[in-house]
T-cell receptor, first 111, second 114 residues
Framework: QKEVEQDPGPLSVPEGAIVSLNCTYS??????FMWYRQYSRKGPELLMY????GNKEDGRFTAQVDKSSKYISLFIRDSQPSDSATYLC???????????FGKGNQVVVIP | KAGVTQTPRYLIKTRGQQVTLSCSPI?????VSWYQQTPGQGLQFLFE???????NKGNFPGRFSGRQFSNSRSEMNVSTLELGDSALYLC?????????????FGSGTRLTVV
């Protein structure tokens, strides 16, 4: 079983729709949870960062972490064509020097 | 503020050759990590350096090695290249050693082994 599972299927949504992405994980030591966005031919950029369980909102983006279920989510409201990218979940434990990544979801927002 | 710079951007090598990739972190960042990204495996951790010392290593064969210089710039080397080494190699830097607050990634070096 991989440490982080993210269904890599592509997702196409019409402009203005809500995009919902999620990851599950198996390592109970993970405490720091992140979402990265990666545009084509670019490196990943940090989008959202959450410590432990709870919700975090930043503009149109909401990240949720449920440590009891080992499940994290990212919601994008009022999606725009500029949100078309691959979204990767990532997580790490306390004092750990590495991130464990999901495989990523390619999201296409259709105008 | 300059970001993480990786050179070269693209590279084509033949099986059996070796390759060296370079990474210049954000000014002031002392931790540099390397990841391999492939469609099949996603992003996999290679190693992390802090103050010229390797702090952590992923599950890759010894053909993959790296180093960090006193100015925090880092290089990674892959010897005896195999077709399966074709990937996007990403360098990431951060202020502190832990990944807890996220990295800043470079745009990567696309390595193709033929």
């Amino acid at each position: 079983q991989k440490e982080v599972e993210q269904d890599p299927g592509p997702l196409s949504v019409p402009e203005g729709a809500i995009v919902s992405l999620n990851c599950t994980y198996s390592n109970s030591a993970f405490q720091y949870f992140m979402w990265y966005r990666q545009y084509s031919r670019k490196g990943p950029e940090l989008l959202m960062y959450t410590y432990s369980s709870g919700n975090k909102e930043d503009g149109r983006f909401t990240a949720q972490v449920d440590k009891s279920s080992k499940y994290i989510s990212l919601f994008i409201r009022d999606s725009q064509p500029s949100d078309s990218a691959t979204y990767l979940c990532a997580m790490s434990g306390m004092g750990n020097n590495r991130l464990a990544f999901g495989k990523g979801n390619q999201v296409v927002v259709i105008p | 503020k300059a970001g993480v710079t990786q050179t070269p951007r693209y590279l084509i090598k033949t099986r059996g050759q070796q390759v060296t990739l370079s990474c210049s972190p954000i000014s002031g960042h002392r931790s540099v990590s390397w990841y391999q990204q492939t469609p099949g495996q996603g992003l996999q951790f290679l190693f992390e350096y802090f103050s010229e010392t390797q702090r952590n290593k992923g599950n890759f064969p010894g053909r993959f090695s790296g180093r960090q210089f006193s100015n925090s710039r880092s290089e990674m080397n892959v010897s005896t290249l195999e077709l399966g080494d074709s990937a996007l190699y990403l360098c990431a830097s951060s202020l502190v050693t832990a990944a807890n607050y996220g990295y800043t990634f470079g745009s990567g070096t696309r390595l193709t082994v033929v």
